[in-house]
T-cell receptor, first 115, second 115 residues
Framework: NAGVTQTPKFQVLKTGQSMTLQCAQDMNHNSMYWYRQDPGMGLRLIYYSASEGTTDKGEVPNGYNVSRLNKREFSLRLESAAPSQTSVYFC??????????????FGDGTRLSIL | GNSVTQMEGPVTLSEEAFLTINCTYTATGYPSLFWYVQYPGEGLQLLLKATKADDKGSNKGFEATYRKETTSFHLEKGSVQVSDSAVYFCALSDDGGTSYGKLTFGQGTILTVHP
């Protein structure tokens, strides 16, 4: 009963390094999302994928890229990490392909620090 | 654009006290509304939802009513427990076929309940 699995759970990077955050879901959901969580700002959408083979920008996409590898997996890449990208990153999935009232299911997050 | 505003926290209560966390929103159309809860070190979990005006969502003793006339979705619980200590997020999802369930979150309210 894994749900949404994110790896790694913690990571420390130096400025300029690159990194890929992995996310996989086993609920056969069409839609997947990446958010970042910063103190006092709630969660903000970085990118989302409405279905396999499609991706689109969210509210704060700059500095990130994504890949929807297949229906299960949705990865987030930082090409050249900056201290402003220090945050907790959450992946989520849902059945909300066409209907917005389906809830999202979240992973436990990746805590990323960039020095 | 859409926005969600939650009452400022943190909120500190004694066990068995009454809880209200205010949430108001700005959106076009008829969004679905959600409350999510985040326990320490975990991802977000859906607490309750409401998909149309005057709907009441409820779960684990928590309730919230979708009030379109006041654009509000306040969270209430009659008697809180220590185990309710967590961060609570109000969120909305656009209606319509192109929303793909994207969520707009409030900033979160930290609740601490003392014995």
């Amino acid at each position: 009963n894994a749900g949404v699995t994110q790896t790694p759970k913690f990571q420390v990077l130096k400025t300029g390094q690159s990194m890929t955050l992995q996310c996989a879901q086993d609920m056969n959901h069409n839609s997947m999302y990446w958010y970042r969580q910063d103190p006092g700002m709630g969660l903000r959408l970085i990118y989302y994928s409405a279905s396999e083979g499609t991706t689109d920008k969210g509210e704060v996409p700059n500095g990130y890229n994504v890949s929807r590898l297949n229906k299960r997996e949705f990865s987030l890449r930082l090409e050249s990490a900056a201290p402003s990208q220090t945050s907790v990153y959450f992946c989520a999935s849902s059945e909300a392909h066409l209907y917005s009232n389906q809830p999202q299911h979240f992973g436990d997050g990746t805590r990323l620090s960039i020095l | 654009g859409n926005s969600v505003t939650q009452m400022e926290g943190p909120v500190t209560l004694s066990e068995e006290a009454f809880l209200t966390i205010n949430c108001t929103y700005t959106a076009t159309g008829y969004p679905s509304l959600f409350w999510y809860v985040q326990y320490p070190g975990e991802g977000l979990q859906l607490l309750l939802k409401a998909t149309k005006a005057d709907d009441k969502g409820s779960n684990k003793g928590f309730e919230a009513t979708y009030r379109k006339e006041t654009t509000s979705f306040h969270l209430e619980k009659g008697s809180v427990q220590v185990s309710d200590s967590a961060v609570y997020f109000c969120a909305l999802s656009d209606d319509g076929g192109t929303s793909y369930g994207k969520l707009t979150f409030g900033q979160g309210t930290i609740l601490t309940v003392h014995p």
